[in-house]
């Protein structure tokens, strides 16, 4: 499986909408809406903090959901079908293309963070620094599935609409591109079960000095099992479709 991994890794290099996915965005997103809000003092560095990660998990949610859509490729060039034959078993592929997709939102994470710290003031411990990336990163592991899943069960033209689509609607949902507290109360009770919520959320509660809620890592697990129970069949049905 490590060197299947090397080798998705490299795919992943290559394509040149991944910079544009995992990087891009979220970057010009931040910095125009951190910097279009006038406070000042305390008040400004809780909205830079609270941008700050709500763009880097909307980028690297994009890009892991995008990196999903490579597998579309995989089933009309026959890649998939060689892999059929290979002694990689389902969870091995899924577990490396899972992996493939959190490190395609890596940079976005990384780049947006490094810009809230040194152009919008944002000030945390070093301790704190680590812990924001890391569950950002780490939290990646169900759109990463999710990804997959819908690479292998839709069609290659609804492939990029459906991707699409399905970033938007968390990152809306969960609360990452304004505070869900916005909400009408009905759709801020909605938006506590969307996956965005409480990987973003976790990471804010870090970020602001508080510990992580155990609602918000129970609904991020839950779905990571729903998403990796979708790529498993969802791969397995493409596998005899192209077998």
């Known amino acids: 499986m490590t060197g299947y991994l090397k080798l998705e890794i490299r795919r992943l290099l290559r394509s040149p909408s991944y ?6 965005m979220p970057l010009v997103m931040y910095l125009v809406i951190s910097n279009l809000y006038g406070g000042s003092g305390a008040e400004r560095q809780q909205v830079a903090v609270y941008l700050m990660v709500s763009m880097a ?8 959901l ?6 579309v490729a995989d089933r009309s060039n026959g890649w998939l079908r060689q892999l059929r034959i290979t002694p990689l078993d389902a969870r091995r592929v899924v577990v490396a293309r899972g ?3 959190m490190l395609a939102g890596l940079p976005g994470i990384l780049v947006v963070c490094v810009v809230g710290g040194v152009l919008n003031g944002v000030h945390l411990p070093m301790i704190q620094w680590v812990g924001v990336i890391a569950l950002l990163w780490l939290g990646l592991a169900p ?3 999710l990804g997959l899943g819908v690479g292998y069960l839709v069609s290659v033209p609804a492939a990029g609409p459906v ?3 399905l970033n938007f609607a968390m990152s809306i949902l969960g609360g990452l591109w304004m505070p869900a507290t916005l909400f009408p109360h009905a759709l801020r009770m909605v938006s506590q079960f969307v996956p965005t919520f409480g990987y973003a959320n976790i990471s ?6 508080h510990a992580p809620h155990l609602t918000d890592i129970a609904v991020l697990v839950g779905w990571l099992g729903a998403f990796t129970a979708l790529a498993l069949v969802a791969y397995r049905r493409a596998g005899r479709r192209a077998a």
């Open 19 to 24: 910079l544009m996915s995992s990087l891009a």
């Open 57 to 64: 998990g909307f980028g690297a949610v994009g890009a892991a």
């Open 66 to 71: 995008t990196n999903g859509m490579s597998v």
């Open 99 to 101: 992996l493939t997709g």
């Open 143 to 145: 759109f990463a599935l």
């Open 163 to 165: 991707t699409m689509l």
């Open 204 to 209: 804010r509660q870090i970020a602001f000095h």
